[in-house]
Antibody
Framework: QVQLVQSGAEVKKPGASVKVSCKAS????????INWVRQATGQGLEWMGW????????GYAQKFQGRVTMTRNTSISTAYMELSSLRSEDTAVYYC???????????WGQGTLVTVSS | EIVLTQSPGTLSLSPGERATLSCRAS???????LAWYQQKPGQAPRLLIY???SRATGIPDRFSGSGSGTDFTLTISRLEPEDFAVYYC?????????FGQGTKVEIK
């Protein structure tokens, strides 16, 4: 069965960086894009960007350009999202989600809480 | 950027009733690349509908999606207790991908 398992919760200080991992299993990792979506407490869903695990190509929301980097390690079927220059407004649950134009985001990771606090 | 506006913000209904949720786009959604997700507290979103009207794997047939262009609808024909949740629409045909602000379906 398809699973996306994310790394554990993180607490970071303002100005630091965080790197969240998303390990895929149950399907061919390079066959679907990985999208990253975040959700602040009590708020809606916010798309951050996508990565094609086969080519490594990425596309980022303008809001995060220059601060976000999405990478992958195909040998271990794992995608990564690194967000730098953290501020308190970046406190949120970060989700990875498998996706393509056929089935949208059909499988999601369990979410990783990132807390930014001094 | 395509802005998605969902209405109503909250829907108060009883089990067994029909729920109709709306999602309006600021411009036409490419090739009906419109999806609906359900989210319960503390859980990741779950895909219900993709391509505006196709049910995802394992989704009961009481959930249906319709619409094209700029106006889309999610209908839950008869609400079950487990259907009370927040629902989001998403367009994924144009970059950036965008979500609506959500509709909360609560027990009346």
């Amino acid at each position: 069965q398809v699973q996306l398992v994310q790394s554990g919760a993180e607490v970071k200080k303002p100005g630091a960086s965080v790197k969240v991992s998303c390990k895929a299993s149950g399907y061919t990792f390079t066959s679907y894009d990985i999208n990253w979506v975040r959700q602040a407490t009590g708020q809606g869903l916010e798309w951050m960007g996508w990565m094609n695990p086969n080519s490594g190509n990425t596309g980022y929301a303008q809001k995060f350009q220059g601060r976000v980097t999405m990478t992958r390690n195909t040998s271990i079927s794992t995608a990564y999202m690194e967000l730098s220059s953290l501020r308190s407004e970046d406190t949120a649950v970060y989700y990875c989600a498998r996706g393509d134009l056929v089935v949208a985001n059909d499988y999601w990771g369990q979410g990783t809480l990132v807390t930014v606090s001094s | 950027e395509i802005v998605l506006t969902q209405s109503p913000g909250t829907l108060s209904l009883s089990p067994g009733e029909r729920a109709t949720l709306s999602c309006r786009a600021s411009q036409s959604v490419s090739s009906s690349y419109l999806a609906w997700y359900q989210q319960k507290p503390g859980q990741a979103p779950r895909l219900l509908i993709y391509g505006a009207s196709s049910r995802a794997t394992g989704i009961p047939d009481r959930f249906s999606g319709s619409g094209s262009g700029t106006d889309f609808t999610l209908t839950i024909s008869r609400l079950e207790p487990e259907d009370f949740a927040v629902y989001y629409c998403q367009q994924y045909g144009s970059s950036p991908v965008t979500f609506g602000q959500g509709t909360k379906v609560e027990i009346k």
